[in-house]
């Protein structure tokens, strides 16, 4: 997992986890806020989930908060949206990134995952940048325009990346960056204000405005090893 540190850190394995004391694979999940589209902030849902890392997801409209992409939570759809890309894990944690621009959400076959947020654009795909931001729907200028980036992917080692960049940048910038990563396939998150990041204990990024949801990893460790709630600085 990378955590927008320069030092290297443990991974987070999407089959198993690696310089962990559990003996579980870890969970990963996206989590939407307690209510139908309601705001949060992004250090209260870490408190509230208890999770190891979790960063933004996917885009939601700023004034009624309704996200925008495809959103499965524990196998069962609570949002159907229509652009962008896919990223789906199965009960097992392994990964998948469908294309979904221009496919109505309820025409896709999601019973297959236990998690989905559709995001985008694609950043990289089959190991080679790959960003046609146009073709999948995007059409909102502040995607286009430099900003402050996350995004999410993963390796060749099934590696999960975390990743967000404070400085303002293009998508093709952040493409290359996530390639530079070991990206075998990676897409974009919501960003700007939106962009935060938040790895054991420490936020790495904090956002400028609450969040309607996000993107977490938790891991299951044995009775003994149960984490207490995580103290998150405001």
Request: some cysteine.
């Amino acid at each position: 997992m990378d955590t927008g540190q320069n030092e290297p850190v443990p991974g987070a394995d999407a089959y198993k986890t690696e310089s962990l004391p559990v003996q579980s694979p870890p969970k990963v999940g996206y989590r939407k806020t307690r209510e139908k589209y309601p705001a949060e902030r992004f250090s209260s849902m870490i408190r509230r989930l208890n999770p190891i890392a979790a960063i933004n997801g996917t885009y939601f409209d700023t004034i009624t908060k309704r996200p925008v992409g495809t959103i499965v939570i524990n196998g069962q759809l609570v949002h159907v949206g229509d652009r962008g890309t896919a990223m789906c894990l199965d009960s097992n944690n392994r990964v998948e990134f469908l294309l979904t621009s221009g496919i109505p959400g309820t025409a896709m076959d999601w019973t297959r995952y236990r998690t989905v947020i559709s995001t985008g654009p694609t950043l990289v795909r089959n190991d080679r940048i790959y960003l046609y931001p146009r073709a999948e729907k995007f059409k909102d200028p502040a995607v286009y325009a430099r900003a402050r980036r996350s995004a999410v992917g993963v390796t060749m080692e099934n590696k999960l990346l975390l990743v967000t960049v404070k400085r303002k940048i293009t998508l093709r910038q952040l493409a290359r960056i996530m390639k530079a990563l070991g990206a075998r396939d990676a897409v974009a998150l919501d960003g700007g204000t939106s962009s935060g990041l938040y790895y054991r204990g420490k936020m790495v990024t904090k956002p400028g405005r609450t969040l309607t949801n996000i993107l977490s990893v938790y891991e299951t460790p044995s009775p003994a090893l149960s984490p207490g709630p995580n103290r998150v600085p405001d």
